[in-house]
């Protein structure tokens, strides 16, 4: 089935240093799926980042990008300088055609920690 | 941004009662989601629904579990018999449409259900 894996747990960058959180998908339907960057903040609802929905396309939101790869099956987020408000929980997500109705199919989430 | 609502933001109940988890979803969106995160898991689809209907449904989403929006109210989850393994984190999400990839999910910030 379809899936996605975020590697990272945790992850702790000081402010201003640069971040990358790695994801990568497996997807057995048909075509190529939709990919996405959900952040979740203390005590909210999970937000969109950044969607991509064409293989080789980058997308950007708030500093943020990523890159749709197909060969490497990745969609690593990353941002040349973070502050301490990127604090939150970051998930990784695909959607996919082989249904009838749509659904999002999630990461673990990987909890970035940006020390002051 | 639009805001996905969820009532109450925890609670607590004795294995084998009934619960029902509420949802007051974007006002123009027309599909609803449950998905039920187990702490140190990932979030995991449990139903769609659409003009009154399930449209797909996870092995996750037991006998036990029903969803409804009479009338437009609360998009509700309901549990009857609640089990020990029905503890988790329950998101609501909305979109305004159905079709893949074009649409955004707009999640609630969580029920955390606890049944003892």
């Known amino acids: 089935g379809d899936s996605v894996t975020q590697t990272e747990g945790q992850v702790t960058v000081s402010e201003s240093k640069s971040l990358i959180i790695n994801c990568t998908y497996s997807a057995t339907s048909i075509g190529y799926p939709n990919l996405f960057w959900y952040v979740r903040y203390p005590g909210e609802g999970l937000q969109l980042l950044l969607k991509v929905i064409t293989a080789g396309q980058k997308g950007s939101s708030r500093g943020f990008e990523a890159t749709y790869n197909k060969e490497a099956t990745s969609f690593h987020l990353q941002k040349a300088s973070v502050q301490e408000s990127d604090s939150a929980v970051y998930y990784c997500a695909l959607s996919t055609h082989d249904t009838n109705a749509y659904k999002v199919i999630f990461g673990k989430g990987t909890h970035l920690h940006v020390l002051p | 941004g639009p805001k996905v609502l969820q009532i109450p933001s925890h609670q607590i109940i004795d294995m084998g009662q009934m619960v029902t988890l509420n949802c007051d979803p974007v006002?123009?969106?027309?599909?609803f989601y449950w998905y039920k995160q187990i702490l140190g898991q990932q979030m995991e689809f449990l139903v769609n629904?659409?003009?009154?209907?399930?449209?797909?449904k996870s092995k996750l989403f037991k006998d036990q579990f029903s969803v409804e929006r009479p009338d437009g109210s609360y998009f509700t989850l309901k549990i009857q018999p609640t089990a020990l393994e029905d503890s988790a984190v329950y998101f609501c999400a909305s979109s305004l449409d159905g079709g893949w990839g074009q649409n955004t999910l707009y999640f609630g910030a969580g029920t955390r259900l606890s049944v003892l």
């Open positions: 006002s123009n969106h027309l599909y």
């Open positions: 629904f659409y003009n009154g209907k399930v449209m797909e």
